[in-house]
């Protein structure tokens, strides 16, 4: 199975314009995330969602804006990119079902760049 | 508050030789706990995790770790290293409510290099 895919692979982005990051999961789980890492700071949650129709704030939402329509997708926008954004994005799901954290899975991630 | 700690940023080790990586945690409950691994240019893999029981929990690629409430720890080891262990190694605690998705949090990561 392919698992977990992100698209674009890497991008490079002018300041102000706005992006959508895909994320696709062919696990069916019920629980997706995204997250940035940057060198020094690991890894940090952007936004979340539990279930479909349903998406929370992580650690640092600001500037970014998510929405979950269906199980698979899970896309991350910018609205008004901004250098501070550079980093790489990944992706993620678990399944959350049974009431207690399991495994995530994680994308390849996508690497952008905000100039 | 709770916070996760890996307090080596960099380790370097010989090819063969064993290994041990550290993980503080500072929760008020027990959390369910994860090694996650990344290779460079890659996405994140899990290496093992622990939710309850036997304490000293067996991974992939022969790694393992132990669980010891006293120290709040969760050490990563492995009794040899080989090359293709060179890779970012990243301690995740997740201590949400049952059914909470809220993500894990992440280690800063130890940095592995191997030395033939």
């Known amino acids: 199975t392919a698992g977990i895919t992100q698209a674009p692979t890497s991008q490079i982005l002018a300041a102000g314009r706005s992006m959508t990051l895909r994320c696709t999961q062919d696990?069916?789980?019920?629980?997706m995330y995204w997250y940035r890492q940057d060198l020094g700071l690991g890894l940090r949650l952007i936004h979340y969602?539990?279930?479909?129709?349903?998406?929370g704030k992580g650690e640092v939402p600001d500037g970014y804006s998510v929405s979950r329509a269906n199980t698979d997708d899970f896309p991350l926008t910018l609205a008004s990119a901004v250098p501070s954004q550079t980093s790489v994005y990944f992706c993620?799901?678990?399944?959350?079902?049974?009431?207690?954290?399991?495994?995530?899975?994680f994308g390849p991630g996508t690497r952008l760049t905000v100039l | 508050a709770q916070s996760v700690t890996q307090p080596d940023i960099h380790i370097t080790v010989s090819e063969g030789a064993s290994l041990e990586l550290r993980c503080n945690y500072s929760?008020?409950?027990?959390?369910?706990l994860f090694w996650y691994v990344q290779s460079p240019g890659q996405g994140l893999q899990l290496l093992l995790k622990?939710?309850?029981?036997?304490?000293l929990v067996q991974g992939i690629k022969g790694f393992e770790a132990e669980f010891k409430r006293s120290q709040s720890s969760f050490n990563l080891r492995k009794p040899s290293v080989h090359w293709s262990d060179a890779a970012e190694y990243f301690c995740?605690?997740?201590?949400?409510?049952?059914?909470?998705?809220?993500?894990?949090?992440f280690g800063k990561g130890t940095h592995l290099i191997i030395q033939p």
């Open positions: 993620a799901s678990s399944d959350q079902t049974s009431g207690s954290m399991d495994t995530q899975y």
């Open positions: 696990m069916r789980h019920n629980a």
């Open positions: 969602s539990n279930t479909a129709g349903t998406t």
């Open positions: 929760y008020g409950a027990t959390p369910y």
């Open positions: 622990y939710f309850s029981g036997d304490t």
């Open positions: 995740a605690p997740f201590a949400g409510s049952g059914g909470g998705a809220d993500g894990l949090t």
